[in-house]
């Protein structure tokens, strides 16, 4: 238990979350032009400018957290001759509401994304939008740009269409529910049985999302499996961290969101438009990636390979699945970080090395995400015929503005989450655990202890220690304020 004041771990944390945003150069609150906007805002938008299809009978229904309340997207699926499946991605229409140039579109455009701290969200547009007139809430109409895919039998992708509609949302649903249903393991969604079709329509999409995953790692899309710690409040008191494990619904969301991003990256190059892509490059450190399946007794080609890799990570996980998240973590950190770049007519793709993609784009949570945004009104543009609404030197400035401040929230989230955890750890000062280097460079050395799965820095006795390397370690020292927690080796 923390010995801080227990009533206080909540403020606390969200006084540290508000610091250290600022810290990172990114803006926690909405300046009051942003907000003078807000207030001129009395409802979701109603007219597309261009067609529009009106979608609203399908069984559409979104699949996020528990607690998410900005809504980004709706699937729907619809069974074709010959095991064929149609997938329908609708993502909501926030350049209908948020227009290019306004000042809630500048404090996106600083911030870029929504930043989830353990304590506090602070969202990248306002909650009377992203919560409610730019979500795809329950029961509502709105306005959505529309990805469809056909699907052969065997995951491949037949066609494609992008178009705008309006959609409404039939089913809330959440991972946590609906992955145990689809597993056999657990009873349906009460949400799900109050549709009627939704059960059988899910288990469509359910089985097109299982083809196109099997079809990603054909070409050799990595498979992972990590372990996210999450807080536990008992109102303001901190009481614990709990594991949140990856399941069959997040998979499902997943594997239909990189396909729409793909149609998407591929839909703006057909139409000689520039796209803002996602990319992670060749990674640097194949040499310890190799080392690592070494140690395993496996062979890994001397130039980076996906292909092999995900082999390997296949191969891992059936040897041993208890610590495969723990191989899994250490290949991330190796892999690199991602990054936004721009795609103009006829550059060379540089792909995502972990997805095993070429083309790739974010576009599928303008919610949260301001290159989404970009992505949004790029399509927009390409679907009515006319010019680029962003000049190539401005996407250069915002790929790499993105990428920065992504980073940068990423930091927040970080820092934040490891101020919670020196509160759960500040009265275990001496301890000793086991633990697994998670990174390792000229900046210092980092691991992550197994129970809690927390992540601290090795200050003594990391001579020698790689990515991977297994240890074990004595807490020496926590710092709420700073998110410290420091750690030794012991002999």
Known sequence: MPNSDNQQHRPLLQAIAHRVMLEKGLVPDFPSQALAELAEIHGPATQAKGPMRDLRSLLWCSIDNDDSRDLDQLTVAEALPAGAVKILVAVADVDAVVKKGSALDDHARQNTTSVYTVAETFPMLPEKLCTDLTSLNLDADRLAVVVEMTLAADGSLQGSDLYQAVVRNRAKLAYNSVAPWLEGKGAMPQAVGAVAGLDQNLRFQDQAAQKLKASRHVNGA??????????????????????????RANDLIADFMIAANGVVARYLASRQLPSLRRVVRTPKRWDRIVELAAERGSTLPKEPDSKALEQFLVSAKAADPVHFPDLSLSIIKLLGAGEYVVQLKGDRAIGHFGLAVKDYAHSTAPNRRFPDVITQRLLKAALAGEPSPYADDELEALASHCTEEEDA???????????????????RIGEQFDAIVT?????????????????????HGFEGVDVGHRLRVQ????????????FKVTK
Request: hydrophobic share 40%; aromatic share 6%; net charge negative.
């Open 222 to 247: 990595l498979d992972f499996e990590t372990i996210e710690a999450r807080p536990v409040f008992t109102g303001d008191e901190l009481t614990g961290l709990e594991s949140a494990p990856q399941n």
């Open 409 to 427: 929230a990423k930091k927040v989230e970080r820092q934040v989450g490891k101020s919670a955890a020196a509160m759960l750890l500040e009265s």
């Open 439 to 459: 990174g390792a460079s000229d900046k210092g050395t980092w691991v992550r202890i197994f129970h809690p799965p927390v992540e601290g820095r090795l200050q």
């Open 475 to 486: 807490l020496i020292h926590t710092d709420v304020q700073r998110g410290f927690i420091d």
